[in-house]
């Protein structure tokens, strides 16, 4: 009788370990690899159920995924993505393929991290409805996710449509710890331009590098009708006649936009840029407040544009080493 109980519950627990049953989540949800469980992670998002995490071996090299209305983890181990999900059909751009695609209110809580991604047009797009939706006015944001600790490369001819790192319709994302080397027109985008809304983003600890693009209009930061935005820690490069190292467009709501210890370097044309004006139509919107706290930038940067606010007394100019 000893026996058979001992090996009953040792087969009970060979069955737990089999399926990668992960008790910190709870005894429903569990870790999906790959390649060893799916050959791809489209399959394993598919197969996926909200809360579950999925694992990307390094060696896996291949398309990324859309993740809709699902709240999951994906650790990458340095996996490389190089294939796209087609995003839309855009009027100008012709198609553009993303790397990940993260969307719908209850994908809230998503995280993507520890990936490499390259030649895609859009690595990482997070957005609370299909770009299909022409009013999302009034609809739940996406809330929560994570984007952090990512290699984000792209060719020096190119692509060179819309941005590494989207946020659309979020609240209390945060994007850390990424490396963006990629000929984009932006960097890192938060808009809630045209009803998409937005609040309370934190963009921390990046590095976000165009130097090596002689190309114009190159942002590395931009959030757009947005409120409680906090922009911090993060070393932005822009090559010699590109864009703002740090753009804020059209603040809204009651919280204010914090930006603060940043590193911006390279010759920009300006390293901070703030608007009570956006370039999408509607009323004018009064500046909301803008606090700027000890940012720095090498000589080769213009002064602060005052369209909005004026020069920052706090934000000296000067060198400190690099944030990694």
Same mark, same amino acid.
């Given at each position: 009788?000893?026996?058979? !109980?001992?090996?009953?519950?040792?087969? %009970?627990? !060979?069955?737990?370990?089999?399926?990668?049953?992960?008790?910190?989540?709870?005894?429903?949800?569990?870790?999906?690899?790959?390649?060893?469980?799916?050959?791809? %992670?489209? #399959?394993?998002?598919?197969?996926?159920? =909200?809360?579950?995490?999925?694992?990307?071996?390094?060696?896996?090299?291949?398309?990324?995924?859309? $993740?809709?209305?699902?709240?999951?983890?994906?650790?990458?181990?340095?996996?490389?993505?190089?294939?796209?999900?087609?995003?839309?059909?855009?009027?100008?751009?012709?198609?553009?393929?993303?790397?990940?695609?993260?969307?719908?209110?209850?994908?809230?809580?998503?995280?993507?991290?520890?990936?490499?991604?390259?030649? !895609?047009?859009?690595?990482?797009?997070?957005?609370?409805?299909?770009?299909?939706?022409?009013?999302?006015?009034?609809?739940?944001?996406?809330?929560?996710?994570? $984007?952090?600790?990512?290699? $984000?490369?792209?060719?020096?001819?190119?692509?060179?449509?819309?941005?590494? $790192?989207?946020?659309?319709?979020?609240?209390?994302?945060?994007?850390?710890?990424?490396?963006?080397?990629?000929?984009s027109p932006f960097g890192i985008l938060a808009s809630g331009t045209s009803g998409w809304g937005g609040e309370a983003v934190t963009i921390k600890h990046n590095v976000v590098d165009f130097s090596q693009y002689l190309l114009p209009m190159r942002d590395g930061i931009t959030v757009v009708a947005q409120s409680g935005a906090v922009i911090t820690h993060?070393?932005?490069?822009?090559?010699?006649?590109?864009? #703002?190292?740090?753009?804020?467009?059209?603040?809204?709501?009651?919280?204010?936009?914090?930006? =603060?210890?940043?590193?911006? /370097?390279?010759?920009?044309?300006?390293?901070?840029?703030?608007?009570?004006?956006?370039?999408?139509?509607?009323?004018?919107?009064?500046?909301?407040?803008?606090?700027?706290? /000890?940012?720095?930038?090498?000589?080769?940067?213009?002064?602060?544009?005052? /369209?909005?606010?004026? !020069?920052?007394?706090?934000?000296?100019?000067?060198?400190?080493? #690099?944030?990694?």
């Amino acid at each position: 009788m000893k026996k058979f !109980v001992m090996g009953f519950f040792g087969a %009970i627990l !060979v069955l737990f370990i089999s399926v990668n049953v992960d008790f910190a989540k709870g005894p429903n949800k569990i870790t999906i690899e790959v390649p060893n469980d799916f050959a791809t %992670i489209q #399959e394993a998002v598919d197969a996926a159920q =909200s809360g579950d995490e999925i694992v990307v071996a390094g060696s896996y090299v291949g398309a990324g995924a859309l $993740i809709e209305d699902k709240s999951l983890t994906l650790v990458g181990g340095n996996a490389l993505i190089n294939e796209g999900t087609l995003y839309r059909d855009h009027w100008y751009f012709g198609k553009l393929y993303a790397g990940f695609i993260v969307r719908g209110p209850d994908a809230s809580g998503t995280s993507i991290s520890k990936f490499q991604i390259q030649d !895609v047009d859009l690595p990482v797009y997070v957005e609370k409805a299909s770009p299909d939706v022409e009013t999302p006015v009034g609809l739940p944001t996406i809330d929560d996710v994570s $984007i952090s600790h990512n290699i $984000i490369l792209g060719p020096l001819n190119g692509p060179v449509a819309y941005q590494a $790192i989207t946020l659309r319709g979020t609240k209390r994302a945060v994007v850390s710890f990424n490396r963006i080397d990629y000929a984009s027109p932006f960097g890192i985008l938060a808009s809630g331009t045209s009803g998409w809304g937005g609040e309370a983003v934190t963009i921390k600890h990046n590095v976000v590098d165009f130097s090596q693009y002689l190309l114009p209009m190159r942002d590395g930061i931009t959030v757009v009708a947005q409120s409680g935005a906090v922009i911090t820690h993060n070393t932005v490069k822009v090559p010699f006649g590109g864009g #703002e190292a740090i753009y804020i467009g059209r603040p809204v709501g009651d919280e204010p936009q914090i930006v =603060s210890y940043n590193d911006l /370097r390279g010759s920009a044309w300006d390293y901070f840029d703030t608007e009570s004006w956006s370039y999408w139509p509607g009323p004018f919107t009064p500046m909301y407040p803008v606090i700027y706290e /000890r940012n720095f930038s090498d000589v080769g940067c213009f002064p602060t544009n005052n /369209r909005g606010i004026g !020069v920052p007394q706090n934000t000296k100019k000067g060198k400190l080493p #690099e944030i990694l």
